[in-house]
């Protein structure tokens, strides 16, 4: 059975980077109907991290992401985690340094200045003797001495490094506590984690992670270490870009499938094909055929997706998703109309909600710089005979009645549409944007049509009279 974890370090929110790697050890466990687990490494004690951690819960729930089991925290474990060291201590696979702050830090010094790279010489080793007095000694796993530290790594190919490269590193401080590299091996080995899936920023933990496997006689998962995500011109990616909280994406009017489907797509293909469902994600993932270069973030592609998956939403989903945004059509007679309209034309719900409003709402106030496109000449007037002809119509329902009644209106003024048209909208919308006029009034109706037209032409009086 195939299970794998997504281990985050609760010390902020969860941003996209954290969310890929997830969505990969989801995708590959459930497409083998295997386990997803969530472990929470909050070892740190010194930083508060039970608000990080509902982030990262309530983004899983937000994307729909579950996990198998409950959420495992380290910072349950220590006991656990004593017991290995004693263990290792016990068997003689791990022992006390003594060696004071001040003796590691001259060490350090006399490498360096004989460019060696800095690391533990193994002095407490094979210690046999008294120790010195004073000191609370740490415990260190015993590295190989020598040969190379191998593995395969499902993305990047073998890694070979060299057993000097890996000193006999602390697996307990001296206050007891044990190291991250430890705590890692020991638990992805008993939680049974058989494949891990991670940034590659972790590629030198693994040796590390090796030895204590080894030392503890724990089988070895497979490992794949995943590119990072670039900004723009191959840079880090900054916060603007989408570092930031992954609930941002909420905020700012996303849908879960769609970063979902952008997130696979960050370093992992197939064929030209840009779409995902969910099912088609699962059919397919395999984190082998993960890209072993770095890839690049494109926010364009997010809208782009985005678009596309609202255009597909159901309108009495969208209309749900709106109501976050301050929009309620769940029970409104126009809902479908509206949604119909605006679906087609907006990239986020944000600007969806925003469209609606502008449309719903009569305007506070008139855009001057399309006052003064729209309203040159006698354009007053051409909207009060307008307004006119509109009251002394019959019943008005259909886009296509607005845009009969519009269309009859210009022929009979022997004036072009836009004579029309621009004032129309800025009465209606208070500037020159927004959907088809005809759309617009069918939307609001007659009444409320008429309504903005009278506003408009008395703002009109009042401000612009000469
Ligand atoms: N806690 C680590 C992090 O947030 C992940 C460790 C791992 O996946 O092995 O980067």
Redo the contacts with the bound molecule.
């Keep these: 059975m195939v299970v794998t974890?997504?281990?985050?370090?609760p010390t902020g929110f969860l941003h996209i980077g954290?969310l890929r790697?997830a969505l990969f050890n989801y995708l590959w466990a459930r497409r083998n109907d295997g386990e997803f687990k969530l472990r929470i490494?909050d070892t740190d004690m010194s930083r508060n991290s039970a608000e990080a951690t509902r982030a990262i819960l309530e983004a899983f729930e937000w994307v729909g992401m579950d996990y198998d089991g409950e959420p495992i925290y380290q910072s349950d474990r220590f006991d656990l985690y004593r017991s290995y060291i004693i263990r290792l201590l016990d068997e003689g696979k791990a022992y006390y340094c003594y060696m004071s702050k001040e003796e590691l830090d001259r060490l350090r010094e006399e490498q360096m200045a004989r460019k060696e790279r800095p690391r533990y010489d193994g002095r407490y080793r094979d210690f046999t003797g008294e120790p010195p007095k004073g000191i609370e000694p740490v415990v260190r796993i015993k590295a190989p001495l020598e040969g190379e530290i191998v593995f395969e790594d499902g993305i990047k190919g073998t890694i070979t490094i060299s057993a000097d490269e890996v000193d006999d590193f602390i697996i307990a401080r001296s206050d007891g506590t044990p190291t991250y590299n430890f705590v890692?091996a020991i638990d992805?080995a008993l939680m049974g984690i058989t494949d891990?899936i991670?940034?590659d920023?972790?590629l030198y933990?693994t040796p590390k992670q090796i030895v204590v496997y080894e030392a503890l006689g724990f089988k070895l998962p497979k490992f794949y270490h995943v590119p990072m995500i670039l900004g723009e011109g191959g840079k880090k990616l900054s916060k603007r870009e989408g570092a930031a909280d992954v609930m941002d994406y909420k905020r700012a009017g996303y849908l879960p499938e769609a970063l979902l489907n952008f997130l696979v797509r960050l370093g992992w293909s197939r064929g030209d094909q840009e779409i995902f469902t969910m099912e088609e994600m699962l059919e397919h993932f395999d984190p082998s055929d993960i890209n072993a270069s770095a890839s690049q973030y494109n926010p364009d592609k997010l809208l782009w997706l985005n678009a596309h998956y609202i255009k597909n939403s159901s309108n009495e989903r969208l209309a749900s998703l709106l109501e976050d945004f301050g929009v309620y059509l769940l029970a409104h007679d126009k809902r479908e109309i509206l949604l119909d309209i605006f679906k087609e034309r907006c990239k986020t719900l944000k600007e969806m909600a925003e469209q609606i409003t502008e449309v719903l709402e009569t305007p506070k106030e008139y855009d001057a710089k399309a006052i003064k496109k729209a309203m040159k000449g006698d354009a007053s007037e051409i909207l009060a005979r307008f307004g006119r002809k509109l009251e002394s119509a019959g019943e008005l329902h259909l886009p296509t009645d607005y845009h009969s009644l519009l269309e009859d209106f210009v022929k009979e003024s022997q004036i072009g549409f836009g004579k029309i048209g621009m004032p129309l909208r800025v009465a209606l919308t208070g500037r020159l944007g927004g959907p088809d006029l005809s759309d617009m009034m069918s939307i609001i109706g007659k009444k409320e049509t008429l309504q903005r037209v009278e506003n408009f032409l008395r703002h009109m009086d009042m401000n612009y009279a000469s």
């Design positions: 974890r997504f281990a985050p370090s954290g790697t490494e890692v992805d891990v991670r940034g920023d972790h933990n």
